[in-house]
């Protein structure tokens, strides 16, 4: 079955630090991979989409580029900020499978000042 | 900015005792969802559900659990009779459109704990 595989946690970062967290998947199908965020407190909010091989997406500076050569979905910001500080959970949803996400185990970012 | 809405925020109950944990998805989503995440482990499906009934369910969601729509807002997910691995975070999400495509959008959660 699908599934997706995500760098181990915690990362602990200086403010204005490059940040790469990685992700890679499994399908059976040709899916759109996601990276949702999660604010202390707070429930899951999309973070950047991106639905085809070789698509970027992108959002408060965090990218991602869709690699179906090597199945993965890295996510990087060039400069962290405090408010960064949450949990990131990369996730794949796969066709004909009604919406449904498949998610990594998350992978909690803290920056420090 | 609309949003999906989850009551409790933090139920706990005694083992083997009902709950229910409710959901107000956005007005005008099709689909819903349920997912649990453990402390500590991946996020999870449970189930899917649209036009009033189950889409998919995960093996997670025996026969101890189900949903309802029960007045065209409310999503509500009961568990009959928990136990304590059923302790973990139970989010509620609705999307538009249930393809792969489409943004899915989740509560804040409720916290279930188990004594």
């Known amino acids: 079955g699908d599934s997706v595989t995500q760098m181990e946690g915690p990362v602990t970062l200086s403010e204005e630090a490059f940040l790469t967290i990685n992700c890679t998947y499994t399908a059976t199908g040709y899916p759109s991979l996601f990276w949702y965020v999660q604010y202390p407190g707070e429930g899951l909010q999309l973070l950047l989409k991106?639905?085809?091989?070789?698509d970027k997406g992108s959002n408060k500076g965090f990218e991602a580029t869709y690699r179906k050569e090597t199945t993965s979905f890295h996510l990087e910001k060039g400069s962290v900020q405090v408010s960064d500080s949450a949990v990131y959970f990369c996730?794949?949803?796969?066709?004909?499978?009604?919406?449904?996400?498949?998610f990594g185990q998350g992978t909690e970012l803290s920056v420090k000042p | 900015e609309p949003e999906v809405t989850q009551t409790p925020s933090h139920q706990v109950t005694q083992m083997g005792q009902e709950v229910i944990l409710r959901c107000v998805p956005i007005s005008n989503h099709l689909y819903f969802y349920w997912y649990r995440q453990i402390l500590g482990q991946k996020v999870e499906f449970l189930v899917s559900?649209?036009?009033?009934?189950?889409?998919?369910k995960s093996e997670i969601f025996d026969d101890q659990f189900s949903v309802e729509r029960p007045d065209g807002s409310n999503f509500t997910l009961k568990i009959r009779s928990t136990k304590l691995e059923d302790s973990a975070m139970y989010f509620c999400a609705s999307s538009l459109m249930g393809d792969r495509n489409t943004e899915a959008f989740f509560g804040q959660g409720t916290r279930l704990t188990v004594v």
């Open positions: 559900f649209y036009n009033n009934e189950i889409s998919e």
């Open positions: 996730a794949l949803s796969d066709y004909n499978q009604g919406g449904k996400l498949i």
């Open positions: 991106a639905t085809k091989a070789d």
